[in-house]
């Protein structure tokens, strides 16, 4: 993320101009960006035409330069752009005020966002915009007949590949060394910065060595760990066991798992931890909340009209970093983050024990 201008505006807000990247990027946008902001940037909508001069078409699209007034955000990761819904609040066309429109933010356009920072939501536009020089971490999770490949995003892991069939030696070696090969071949298009084989056993060796000797150029980018499977769980394991860690040493994904094994160990053992709404909001009110943790879909469903919670979450959120403590925004699409949403959304590793 590049942050091109920052401004004050009227009633104390900010007025940022910033260019994603990335698909990550568009991503973070998705959970700075809520209702009520105002979003502007270049865009092209269809124009029903009124000269009596040219036929009819139904419209032809124009480009224009549109504000909106946000109503909706959404992110379709496999259309690689992001979906900002709203009333045209100032547009290059005047006749177009007033009529709802949805900019389609792609990489590389630039938007000016105005709003209200909470403190979570600049920290996150920071971050991205640190992130931008971070390696591209591949993680190749191997087993016997079993190659699993994925990337390590700011929103989680994302498969790329799975490979698989009937291996072993003897007879069967060179149906072993085809995997190796079509491996090498995917890690050769990919081109990633840094790569992580992880599994069981002595499989993942061959497959190092084999990748290694077809192409010498992936030779320092790869380091080795040991897990105690393949697939997703051992990708999962690979980040536990801070593989990824070492490689970007602040990347979300890991800290998350890191902060995950925490709290479920401490919930296991009846230590300082406290989990759900209303446990929070007595924590916070306490000074004990060291480090609050919170799944970005649910923080932004409680900032708007659909939450349920009893709690004002912004209250706690400025009240526990007012006390010292750290806020931590998990990824709904990563597995921590299921297992945070599975015990209510939000939790805190805490400085005492309450009780």
């Known amino acids: 993320m590049r942050i091109v201008d920052r401004a004050v505006v009227e009633d104390g807000r900010d007025r940022v101009t910033v260019v994603p ?118 993680i190749v999770a191997i087993e016997e007949g079993d190659i699993y490949v994925a990337t390590v995003e700011a929103y989680g892991t994302e498969e790329r590949a799975r490979i698989t069939g009937s291996t072993g030696k003897g007879e069967y070696a060179s149906q072993r060394e085809e995997l190796f090969a079509e491996l090498a071949k995917l890690l050769s298009r990919m081109e990633p910065t840094a790569v992580v084989f992880a599994g069981p056993g002595f499989t993942k060796q061959d497959a190092l060595d084999y990748v290694v000797e077809a192409h010498p150029e992936l030779a320092d980018r790869i380091r080795t760990v040991d897990t105690s499977a393949g697939g997703s769980r051992g990708v999962h394991e690979a980040l536990k066991r801070g593989a990824v860690d070492e490689i970007r040493t602040e990347t979300r994904v890991a800290e998350e798992a890191a902060l995950i094994d925490e709290l479920t160990e401490r919930i296991a053992t009846g230590e300082r931890v406290v989990y759900g709404p209303e446990g929070i909001k007595r924590a916070a009110e306490y000074g004990a909340v060291e480090t609050l943790l919170v799944v970005d879909d649910r923080l932004r469903r409680e900032r708007s009209t659909a939450g349920d919670w009893s709690i004002d979450v912004d209250a706690v959120v400025e009240q526990v970093e007012q006390q010292g403590g750290d806020v931590v925004v998990f990824s709904h699409e990563f597995d921590p983050g299921e297992q945070l949403s599975n015990l209510g959304g939000i939790a805190g590793l805490l400085r005492y024990r309450l009780e």
């Not at 007034?69 to 006749?95: M, N, P, Q, Y």
């Not at 590389?108 to 915009?129: N, T």
């Open 21 to 138: 990247d990335t698909l990550d990027d568009l991503w973070h946008l998705q959970y700075i960006i809520e209702p009520g902001d105002r979003v502007a940037g270049d865009t092209t909508r269809r124009i029903q035409r009124t000269d009596d001069q040219m036929r009819d078409t139904g419209g032809e699209r124009e480009h224009l330069w549109a504000e909106v007034a946000v109503e909706d955000v959404e992110f379709h990761k496999f259309a690689t752009r992001l979906r900002v819904g709203g009333t045209i609040e100032a547009c290059s066309r005047e006749d177009q005020l007033g009529a709802h429109h949805t900019l389609n933010v792609e990489v590389h356009d630039e938007l000016e966002i105005e709003k209200r920072f909470k403190p979570d939501q600049w920290d996150r536009l920071e971050e991205a915009a640190a992130a931008t020089d971070e390696p591209d971490v591949a």
